[in-house]
Structure formats: C-alpha cells, structure tokens
C-alpha cells in the first residue's frame, strides 16, 4: 500500500512539474515576442482572463511588460507579467492615406467632375 501511495504522489508530482515547465516556457516565449517589438510601437496585450490593453510599448524586462494605455484622460502605464500574458500583437496604423487610397480618392473625384460637367452639357440642348 505504501509503494502504490508513493507512486502516486510522484506521478502527481511529475504532472504538476509539467505544468509549471509549460508555463514557465509559455512566458519566455512571450519575452521574446515583446522583445522583438520596438519599443514606442502600438501594441495589443491580452491577459489569460480576457482583459485586454491597447497602448504604447513602454518596458520589456525579464519578467513583465509596460504599456501605456490609449485613453483621453492620463492614466498610468499597466505592467503585465508575463505569466498572464495570452497574446501580444502590433497594432496596424491602417487608418492613414497611402498612395493607393489617394490615387482612389482622386479618380473618384475626377469622374464626378466629369460626369456632372457632361450631365450640364446635355441640359442645354
């Protein structure tokens, strides 16, 4: 009885020693994402209970990151370990003008003037 007690806490043991290697190996994979990022990027943090950050990336230290929060009154930056850490991303600053958005925008414009400049044309027949 006392041979099948112990095997039994040490296979409990091992489990959990599994457990804790996947985390700890989780968390230094999601160091290594936050360390690639430049900091000053806008980054999208999201934590293993579903809270999510939006700012700018402030620190990346060996055991957690720093972003500033994007809100319009001053709030102070959020640390996050990396333990709770479920997914780190860059932000796309899709919302500028590029050069295909504004080649768009001109044809547009241009096909409007043409087409109205055309439609006062047939109205003085």
């Keep these: 009885m006392r041979i099948i007690a112990i095997g039994v806490i040490f296979s409990l043991l091992a489990l959990n020693a599994n457990e804790a290697f996947a985390q700890q190996d989780e968390s230094t994979a999601w160091r290594q994402v936050a360390e690639a990022i430049p900091l000053g990027t806008k980054v999208k943090v999201q934590t293993l209970e579903n809270k999510r950050v939006s700012g700018v990336l ?19 930056a959020v640390s996050i370990p990396f333990d709770e850490v479920a997914k780190i991303e860059r932000e ?16 547009a414009a241009g096909g409007g003037v043409i087409l109205s400049l055309f439609l006062i044309a047939l109205q003085f027949d």
């Design 58 to 76: 402030m620190r990346v230290d060996g055991t957690s990151v720093m972003v500033k929060r994007n809100s319009r009154r001053p709030e102070p």
């Design 92 to 107: 796309n600053g899709g919302g500028g003008v590029n050069v295909a958005k504004a080649i768009g925008i001109g044809l």
